[in-house]
């Protein structure tokens, strides 16, 4: 597993299922265009890269280099790094014919190659590794997930750290155990009624 401290930004659910096999950080996919409408992911993109830092991972066709040029216009310079995929004619086997351009996409690439591409880009590693996480157990005995209102009060929690609705469990812990320690969560938990 490579632990790194920025976030990855990939396109879809196969490509973020595909980085999962390997990478421990938090990934958010774009679901594709959807990113041009999606203002409130978009303004949450942003905010990770203030906090952490990005990594955009998206296809090498041409789809993929707008979504990445649409993300990078509004983050500064020093906040992303770009890893490309090299151009392979094929399909990914979930598919039934080849994309448009012919070329595999993230989720067609080997993990090894992927692996190579991250540490050629010299993407740091984490440098504090959590040894008491928040856990999906937590949240549940705080009432996040599980019970009658934990949709709401899950809701509250997202807004206190100013984090998308969207976000799903297993984000909202990655994002909570690389950003704050067991204890401030436990805090922020106590607050929210």
């Not at 390997?22 to 906090?51: H, P, Q, S, V, W």
């Not at 500064?76 to 151009?87: E, F, G, L, T, V």
């Amino acid at each position: 597993m490579l632990k790194i401290n920025e976030a990855v930004i990939v396109e879809g659910k196969y490509d973020k299922l595909k980085l999962s096999n390997f990478l421990d950080t938090l990934i958010i996919e774009t679901n594709g265009f959807g990113i041009y409408k999606d203002k409130e992911k978009l303004k949450f993109i942003r905010k990770l890269a203030a906090e952490r830092g990005l990594v955009v991972l998206t296809d090498s066709d041409h789809s993929g280099f707008q979504i990445r040029n649409y993300i990078s216009s509004g983050i500064p310079k020093d906040k992303i790094k770009h890893i490309y995929i090299p151009d392979i004619a094929g399909k990914e086997k979930r598919k039934s014919c080849p994309s448009k351009e012919g070329k595999l996409g993230v989720e067609g690439m080997s993990d090894e190659l992927l692996i190579k591409l991250f540490r050629d880009a010299d993407i740091s590693s984490k440098k504090v590794i959590q040894s008491d996480p928040v856990t999906d157990y937590d949240l549940y005995a705080l009432g996040f997930s599980g019970s009658d209102n934990s949709r709401q009060k899950k809701k509250k929690l997202l807004k206190s750290l100013d984090l998308p609705e969207f976000l799903s469990k297993n984000s909202l812990l990655s994002y909570i155990n690389s950003s704050m320690t067991r204890k401030e969560f436990m805090n922020l938990a106590e607050n929210i009624k």
